[in-house]
């Protein structure tokens, strides 16, 4: 008699159906920013009245612990800016919740580089936009790049290990991924490249900062060729490469499917829960933490988050021999751009959504719902801001 053995579905397909808990999740912790970068998935630059409170952050840290997330992902604006923010960090370290946090560097001084070195469970990302001021400083505000490397100073002097240096990938600075990895190497860092997406402030500098079809395939072979660069999933569109006459039958590390609500999501700093950090926009907002229940309930009985769940159709993707390979692409991007969800990635490397981007208004898409941006201050401005006080 022969056992039958129970169909396991591939990983991927498990994934779809969603987790118990999120694998990792995005916590904005503040709005408040003193740079206005022109591509800001969050428009930060002015603080939240609403803002949650140390106890509500403290809570939120409890409450992660309790579902068992590994880690979270802290970022802003820049999270540096409240007074208690080492205060959260370390309470989220103490109680076995990992913290990876990114921050522009302007607050990164030699003292916060030491006690940052001290900690475990903890990994620091730094943000930079261009291998040289002027390239960096037209997206992130003057004197920010020099603010960077002197955050990236401070932690190899204080012997903190593999920091990170963190680049959002734009047609402006795609020619010198050889060199940010060369800097990585000296820094003895991690090099991590993400995908530019419509979000935020990206809304208005998308169609300006978006890689060309050929730059897509330039970073495509360039990622294969260097297996040790994180990518966070950003360019899993590109796996559609991999089919047609000149595929190279080769994929990119990572999942290649959309995570948003099944495996991922974001908390803002009022404490807003969003299906996915690129689509703070209320047709996707799915609860708040301080509604009854707090973060689980969201998480797990969200009417949004149960419908992303499902199985989603291919739609005008249907036909296309690559949609297994890349699912379609980002919903973010097709949401902010003003196409459908079922629709093909804006930056579809087989062209499928050029026709239909063509068709629309570039800029009439729907607006992200929270602006924090400062009134009169240009995008890729550097401000004065002061450190909130500590509640």
């Known amino acids: ?32 920013c003193n740079l206005a970068c022109v591509h800001c998935l969050s428009s930060s630059g002015r603080r939240d009245p609403k803002e949650l409170t140390t106890a509500e952050a403290k809570s939120v840290v409890d409450q992660l612990a309790a579902l068992q997330v590994f880690y979270v992902n802290m970022g802003g ?32 001084d030699a003292d916060a580089a030491r006690r940052l070195a001290s900690m475990n469970y903890l990994d620091v990302q730094i943000s930079l936009d261009g291998m040289d001021a002027a390239t960096n400083d037209a997206v992130r505000g003057e004197g920010s790049w020099a603010a960077s490397r002197r955050a990236m100073d401070n932690l190899a002097a204080a012997d903190f ?8 990938c734009t047609r402006h600075n795609v020619d010198q991924l050889d060199e940010y990895k060369a800097m990585a190497d000296d820094y003895g860092a991690q090099l991590r ?10 809304v208005d500098s998308y169609h300006d900062l978006r890689l060309t079809n050929p730059q897509q395939r330039q970073v495509f072979d360039w990622i294969l060729g260097h297996p040790d660069v994180l990518t966070g999933d950003s360019f899993f569109h590109l796996n559609a490469l991999n089919s047609g006459p000149d595929a190279t039958g080769e994929s990119l590390p990572g999942m290649n499917m959309c995570g948003a609500g099944r495996i991922v999501c974001l908390i803002d700093p009022i404490g807003d829960v969003y299906a996915c950090p690129f689509v703070i926009h209320d047709e996707f907002l799915a609860g708040n933490i301080r509604d009854e229940g707090g973060f689980a309930k969201v998480w797990r009985e969200s009417e949004l988050f149960t419908e992303l769940r499902q199985p989603q159709s291919a739609g005008a993707c249907a036909s296309c021999g690559s949609y297994d390979a890349c699912q379609g692409g980002c919903m973010a991007t097709k949401f902010f751009t003003g196409l459908p969800l079922d ?11 050029d026709e239909a981007l063509a068709q629309i208004d570039l800029g009439s898409g729907p607006r992200p719902s929270q602006d924090h941006s400062r009134p009169g201050i240009a ?3 550097t401000v004065p801001v002061s450190l909130t006080r500590k509640r």
């Open 193 to 202: 490249i993400t995908r530019l997406r419509p979000s935020g402030r990206g």
């Open 1 to 32: 008699m022969t056992a039958t053995v129970p169909h396991t579905p591939p990983l991927v397909e498990q994934l779809k159906e969603g987790l118990d808990a999120p694998i990792c999740l995005t916590w904005e912790l503040t709005y408040a």
């Open 77 to 108: 604006g820049e999270p540096m800016l409240r007074k208690d923010f080492f205060e959260i960090v370390e309470y989220s370290v103490a109680n076995n919740v990992g913290v990876k946090f990114s921050t522009n560097g302007t607050y990164l």
């Open 161 to 168: 290990g593999e920091f990170k240096i963190s680049i959002v």
């Open 379 to 381: 995008p890729g401005t």
């Open 343 to 353: 629709g093909p990635d804006p930056d579809c490397v087989h062209g499928h959504a």
